[in-house]
């Protein structure tokens, strides 16, 4: 997998929601790298800012999570399932993200426990840290029912 046609097929995001372009590297079950180029056209940056554009924190958080997604569906390998975006801690922004940046987006498993995962990921643009999180995921099938009321966390 180290293109945007074999990304996209792992993920059931499309345009303007999905957030990774490629997928560079990935080691077996326990890390993945990949990127996200920031385009003027992008479009939130019509109303985050005006004159100002600023890539939104949530949206680099998402394309980390998108990303995560990629590793966990690819090593669960279950036809139809999806990876949901279930959690996030010590999430900070160190620089903004502008017009014209590249996001490397780089995932490490922290825990894995049946479907659930837990990374912690950084996002850097030219080997500087712009944002860093740990994020939780639960890769479950597509139709099924999550809506348990359970809190994910005490899982993890």
């Not at 597509?142 to 005490?154: L, R, V």
Request: with cysteine; proline share 6%; charged share 25%.
């Amino acid at each position: 997998m180290t293109d945007f046609r074999e990304a996209i097929r792992a993920l059931p995001h499309r345009y303007p929601f999905l957030l990774v372009d490629r997928i560079l590297e990935i080691e077996g079950d326990k890390r993945i790298v990949g990127l996200k180029n920031v385009t003027i056209n992008e479009p939130f940056f019509q109303g985050h800012f005006p004159g100002h554009p600023i890539m939104p924190g949530v949206l680099i958080l998402e394309a980390m999570a998108q990303v995560a997604g990629v590793l966990a569906l690819q090593v669960m390998d279950q036809k139809g399932s999806l990876a949901y975006f279930v959690g996030i801690d010590k999430a900070r922004f160190r620089k903004p993200v502008l017009p014209g940046d590249q996001l490397r987006l780089e995932l490490e498993v922290l825990k894995r426990r049946g479907p659930f995962w837990r990374f912690q990921g950084r996002a850097l643009v030219e080997d500087r840290l712009v944002c860093e999180a740990e994020l939780e995921a639960m890769v479950v099938q597509e139709g099924e029912n999550i809506g348990s009321g359970e809190d994910s966390s005490s899982r993890s």
